[in-house]
């Protein structure tokens, strides 16, 4: 007791989440985290909602942080009037239940959409176990954003001691920002690089256990190859080593067959791109390629992959007298290498096609084998890059099907952008369908009703496809294929949300090949059809395009 018999008073205690967390910071976290829980493209499994949904939350932290900074920034103050208790209890409250709510939601449209797709459902813990991760993964990224505070605040307070705060603020935004642009392009890049390319070259020179090196000189790696087996890579060893045996094309259309020719140069092949086109050229002469029907220049994705669907079904279609040619250019899987290895697969899908053009011009006009080009994703952008426009493509080539094209395709981004007034971006029409047609299944192949004229260039995609639409705009502009009539796949609910979507779209990306056929980024079923409507070959009817299609497969 004090002499005026008043007992002192006790010192009010913070919560510890008040003095470590801002009340802005925290309330736009959870906006951006609740966000990252609507209708997407894809169905996606706890881990990748979770991160989506952790990262989106620690950027809508970011932002609130900022927001706040800025205007105590701009009014010269040092600190700002602290957040009442109860509006933090009112904001924990309202967290809870929107999470709640969130999951309830984020649980509707997954069901949805999985039935839409055909895809598996999810157990039932997947939608908490989402939602719980989601938090951990906002917590440790705030944190480590957090961590950087510290470090500028302890900046700006030496500096302060030489120059005015608004300076020293300025400084160590400055200083700052250039280490961590340094350290992001220098060291972790390097390091990193260095770690994926050691990884994915390792798994490179494995070998597939179902494929043997060939014992006949129409497959690259065989008897007189000029590319060794082992030089080959392992997509490229399961490329030359797969497809349908002479056996099973003759049974197939009822004739005797050909043995298919199927030429590849790897990575370690050759040195250089130009060099390894030129041997692929070389080695597709050598095994008679040349005086085949028909030669189709395959562009691989980053670790050398070519869907199988695309090169078997040309096969069929010609009773084996056929000769597919491609090459190795990375050792990185497509998404990686679109990001690092991007102008690799340019130069890579120019040279291949430019060597094995060379080699049938020079012969006589009457002994030239029909030429067509093919690819997948990241192969559809280098097999597109030969040529600058479609009316190029058309001239040099007698057919082309790409299938899933990247956003950044050069030739199919002009003509979608230059599309018929009225037809959708996701599925376009050009030109009322002359040379071109974008189809998602086998009716539209007749889409519209006007004159196809040959050469005929096919683009297989869907609205789903996360590759397909991925864009750096979708952080602040809303795209076409959203804000018009939407395709069969993607649902009605599914808004554009400004840098949500972008990462929405960005995890959509990973589990893109996760879906049934039909959706995402999975063609086999329009192949066949598609193949068909581009080279009609003799002879060939709508009943052996219905038996074709069961027998096949995207990858051996």
């Known amino acids: 007791m004090t002499d005026t018999g008043v007992a002192a008073a006790a010192p009010t205690r913070t919560a510890w989440w008040v003095r470590r967390y801002t009340f802005t910071g925290t309330a736009f976290g959870l906006v951006f985290l609740w966000l990252s829980m609507t209708p997407s493209l894809l169905p996606r499994g706890p881990l990748f909602q979770g991160l989506i949904s952790g990262t989106a939350g620690a950027i809508g932290y970011g932002i609130g942080v900022l927001a706040v900074w800025l205007v105590r920034y701009v009014r010269s103050a040092d600190e700002d009037p602290p957040v009442p208790r109860r509006a933090w209890t009112a904001l924990v409250v309202i967290g809870v239940i929107g999470q709640?709510?969130?999951?309830?939601?984020?649980?509707?449209?997954?069901?949805?959409?999985?039935?839409?797709?055909?895809?598996?459902?999810?157990?039932?813990?997947?939608?908490?176990?989402?939602?719980?991760?989601?938090?951990?993964?906002?917590?440790?990224?705030?944190?480590?954003?957090?961590?950087?505070?510290?470090?500028?605040?302890?900046?700006?307070?030496?500096?302060?001691?030489?120059?005015?705060?608004?300076?020293?603020?300025?400084?160590?935004?400055?200083?700052?920002?250039?280490?961590?642009?340094?350290?992001?392009?220098?060291?972790?890049?390097?390091?990193?690089?260095?770690?994926?390319?050691?990884?994915?070259?390792?798994?490179?020179?494995?070998?597939?256990?179902?494929?043997?090196?060939?014992?006949?000189?129409?497959?690259?790696?065989?008897?007189?190859?000029?590319?060794?087996?082992?030089?080959?890579?392992?997509?490229?060893?399961?490329?030359?080593?797969?497809?349908?045996?002479v056996e099973e094309l003759t049974a197939f259309n009822g004739k005797p067959a050909t043995e298919p020719i199927r030429a590849y140069a790897g990575k370690y092949s050759a040195a250089g791109i130009q060099a390894t086109a030129e041997l692929a050229a070389r080695e597709l002469a050598r095994a008679g390629g040349l005086d085949r029907q028909l030669v189709a220049v395959a562009t691989t994705t980053g670790t050398g992959w070519i869907n199988m669907a695309q090169a078997d079904a040309l096969e069929y279609l010609y009773n084996g007298d056929t000769a597919i040619v491609s090459m190795q250019y990375s050792f990185l899987p497509s998404a990686l290498s679109f990001l690092v290895d991007q102008e690799n697969a340019r130069q890579a899908g120019q040279a291949l096609f430019e060597a094995v053009d060379a080699l049938i011009q020079a012969r006589p006009e009457s002994k030239r084998p029909k030429l067509v080009v093919f690819g997948e994703s990241l192969g559809s952008f280098g097999g597109e890059a030969a040529f600058l426009a479609l009316s190029n493509l058309v001239a040099r080539t007698d057919g082309?099907?790409?299938?899933?094209?990247?956003?950044?395709?050069?030739?199919?981004?002009?003509?979608?952008?230059?599309?018929?007034?009225?037809?959708?971006?996701?599925?376009?029409?050009?030109?009322?369908?002359?040379?071109?047609?974008?189809v998602d299944n086998a009716a539209a192949l007749d889409r519209p009703d006007e004159p196809w004229s040959k050469p005929r260039v096919v683009y297989l995609q869907y609205a789903s496809d996360p590759i397909t639409w991925f864009s750096p705009d979708l952080l602040f502009s809303e795209p076409d294929w959203l804000r018009e009539p939407r395709g069969p796949d993607v649902l009605p609910s599914t808004r554009w949300i400004p840098v949500v979507t972008f990462l929405q779209v960005s995890a959509d990306m990973a589990v893109s090949t996760d879906v049934p056929d039909g959706h995402g980024h999975v063609f086999i079923g329009a192949v066949a059809d598609a193949w068909v409507a581009i080279l009609s070959p003799p002879g060939w009817t709508p009943e052996k395009t219905a038996k074709l299609r069961p027998l096949l497969r995207a990858a051996a």
């Open 100 to 245: 709640i709510a969130m999951i309830v939601w984020f649980h509707a449209w997954q069901v949805q959409l999985r039935n839409l797709m055909g895809a598996a459902a999810l157990p039932f813990w997947a939608y908490p176990l989402a939602a719980l991760l989601s938090i951990i993964v906002w917590f440790v990224l705030v944190e480590a954003g957090r961590a950087i505070g510290a470090l500028a605040r302890l900046l700006i307070g030496k500096l302060n001691h030489f120059v005015p705060r608004r300076i020293s603020t300025a400084i160590t935004v400055v200083v700052l920002a250039v280490l961590g642009i340094a350290l992001i392009n220098g060291v972790a890049v390097r390091v990193a690089m260095d770690t994926i390319n050691s990884s994915f070259a390792a798994i490179n020179d494995e070998d597939h256990p179902d494929f043997a090196a060939p014992e006949n000189k129409f497959r690259s790696g065989g008897p007189e190859s000029l590319a060794g087996w082992e030089t080959l890579g392992r997509q490229g060893r399961i490329f030359v080593a797969a497809g349908p045996t």
């Open 400 to 438: 082309a099907l790409f299938t899933g094209p990247t956003f950044n395709n050069t030739v199919w981004n002009n003509i979608t952008r230059n599309r018929d007034a009225g037809s959708p971006e996701w599925l376009p029409i050009y030109r009322d369908g002359a040379h071109v047609r974008f």
